[in-house]
């Protein structure tokens, strides 16, 4: 099919936050429905209908009511979106051995050899995994068909814009797809990148490729090397099974209103600890940097961090050095807008050295503790365990 016998697909879910609250309220499907961040906060996804509506993303809350107020916003629920994000990508794996997921709503997947084994060309394989994916989950999804991730993003992008969902760039003729395609629409070129090679006469793909290696690297570094091989067709990315733990994980989230109060900030707080926890359990790792941030009503940022003897993943563990870290940058009398924590110094279980006075069975029972917590919230929902610090007396 190709001239390096590689063929990639890359799976994006369509307006993927919308999509999620359709699945689970099938009377808004059709309608003009956008997702904001929180009570208060942006437009960060839009259905269809809401995009002809003319709802813009980021677009604060009170605005898109006032300019388009027939809109239905719905809050973002994000325990929700990730547990089916998971269902996406075990589909996507029990179909594919090779499935790179790249984010909550996008994975590469490798369609190398499939076509023997489905017994149809990866063009109508892509249909039918999208089919597939529409039927068993009821998520719709665009399919981006190529030689490299570079070219199968650019093509789930047009695939988008294309009647049933898929789009094939044939590397053998990449050249003439890079000629109406705009510097601007390829993975990895933002807004200073773009400028940057504006100012130098680049304006489409097709002026990009046709730069030596050596002007590239000179211009951008081997980052623009890669990027043009990639778009030639060359695989120089695998897809790969591979996990690389994340260098840091960070949960952060607007208040539902300006305040002052403690015990509100510590119930935000905890729930950050819950789900960034949860987050690293999940990919089998632990973190020993635990940071805390507040946010004033000023978009001032107050922020603290304490190094571990030894790592963990357990919101009980957690919350208590995040509240004394709390007291450190906390003060009753500024109004905070947002809260976060940020772990770092991130480590897969396998790496983790043996301490010399470890408790095992403090340990086994942390193990066993987290274990329930987590089967219990992937079958009835997020927060359906309540964690640390909880008051309900939570008002100014």
């Known amino acids: 099919m190709n001239k390096n016998n590689n063929v990639i697909a890359l799976v994006d879910c369509d307006s993927f936050f919308v999509c999620c609250e359709q699945k689970m309220r099938p009377e808004l499907k059709g309608k003009p429905v956008s997702v904001i961040s929180n009570k208060n906060g942006c437009v960060i996804s839009r259905s269809k209908e809401a995009k002809k509506l003319g709802v813009r993303m980021g677009e604060p809350l009170?605005?898109?009511?006032?300019?388009?107020?027939?809109?239905?916003?719905?809050?973002?629920?994000?325990?929700?979106?990730?547990?089916?994000?998971?269902?996406?990508?075990?589909?996507?794996?029990?179909?594919?051995?090779?499935?790179?997921?790249?984010?909550?709503?996008?994975?590469?997947?490798?369609?190398?050899?499939?076509?023997?084994?489905?017994?149809?060309?990866?063009?109508?394989?892509?249909?039918?995994?999208?089919?597939?994916?529409?039927?068993?989950?009821?998520?719709?999804?665009?399919?981006?068909?190529?030689?490299?991730?570079?070219?199968?993003?650019?093509?789930?992008?047009?695939?988008?814009n294309v009647y049933g969902g898929v789009y094939y760039i044939n590397p053998d003729l990449a050249l003439e797809e890079m000629k109406k395609t705009s510097i601007e629409e390829i993975w990895g070129i933002g807004k200073n990148l773009t400028r940057l090679l504006h100012s130098s006469g680049i304006i489409t793909a097709y002026e990009l490729v046709t730069k030596s290696d050596e002007w590239l690297d000179k211009k951008i570094g081997i980052h623009g090397k890669e990027m043009k091989h990639e778009l030639l067709g060359e695989t120089v990315s695998k897809v790969t099974n591979e996990v690389k733990p994340p260098k840091s994980i960070q949960n952060t989230k607007a208040l539902g209103?300006?305040?002052?109060?403690?015990?509100?900030?510590?119930?935000?707080?905890?729930?950050?600890?819950?789900?960034?926890?949860?987050?690293?359990?999940?990919?089998?790792?632990?973190?020993?940097?635990?940071?805390?941030?507040?946010?004033?009503?000023?978009?001032?940022?107050?922020?603290?961090?304490?190094?571990?003897?030894?790592?963990?993943?357990?919101?009980?563990?957690?919350?208590?050095?995040?509240?004394?870290?709390?007291?450190?940058?906390?003060?009753?009398?500024?109004?905070y807008r947002s809260t976060g924590v940020v772990m770092e110094g991130i480590k897969y279980d396998s790496e983790e050295q043996l301490f010399l006075f470890n408790n095992e069975e403090q340990e086994t029972k942390n193990q066993n503790l987290a274990a329930c917590i987590d089967k219990l919230e992937s079958k009835f929902g997020k927060n359906i365990i309540k964690t640390g610090f909880t008051h309900q007396n939570v008002q100014n």
């Open 62 to 160: 009170f605005m898109a009511k006032k300019e388009h107020p027939t809109g239905i916003y719905v809050v973002a629920n994000h325990g929700l979106y990730a547990t089916i994000s998971h269902q996406v990508m075990d589909l996507l794996r029990d179909f594919s051995p090779t499935v790179d997921v790249y984010s909550i709503d996008e994975a590469f997947v490798e369609f190398t050899g499939l076509s023997k084994l489905y017994k149809m060309d990866y063009i109508r394989l892509a249909k039918f995994l999208r089919q597939k994916i529409k039927d068993e989950l009821d998520i719709s999804v665009s399919i981006g068909v190529s030689s490299s991730k570079t070219l199968a993003k650019l093509a789930s992008d047009k695939a988008k």
């Open 257 to 335: 209103e300006f305040t002052s109060n403690i015990n509100t900030i510590k119930n935000e707080l905890n729930r950050h600890i819950h789900t960034s926890c949860r987050k690293l359990r999940h990919i089998g790792a632990k973190s020993n940097l635990i940071g805390v941030m507040l946010r004033t009503k000023d978009f001032k940022v107050y922020y603290a961090k304490k190094m571990l003897d030894k790592p963990t993943c357990y919101e009980w563990e957690v919350s208590d050095i995040a509240f004394t870290l709390l007291e450190e940058i906390y003060s009753p009398d500024i109004l």
